[in-house]
């Protein structure tokens, strides 16, 4: 119960701020926020094991794959 409504709360505050402010309301109210509390879903992409899976799909088709979900144009390096 207390995560559904941290989470509600949470996405509610957020969808304000960024209506007014952009993706600057996404940097500094999330990004950053989770950056100094050191939470570790920040770099989500190593978290959720796309590297695992990057490696497995390399290894089927012999690295000729161009849907990998990490390298050129990921999150990491867009913001």
């Known amino acids: 119960l207390a995560g559904f409504h ?23 109210g999330v990004q950053r926020a989770e950056r100094n509390e050191g939470v570790e879903t920040l770099k989500h992409q190593g978290w959720s094991g796309t590297e695992l899976v990057d490696a497995m799909q390399n ?15 990921v999150t990491e390096s867009q913001f």
Not at 14 to 26: I, T, V, W
């Open 6 to 28: 941290s989470d509600s709360l949470g996405i509610t505050r957020f969808a304000r701020d960024y209506a007014k402010r952009g993706m600057l309301a996404y940097v500094e």
């Open 59 to 73: 290894t089927i088709t012999g690295g000729l794959s161009s849907t990998n979900t990490m390298g050129h144009g």
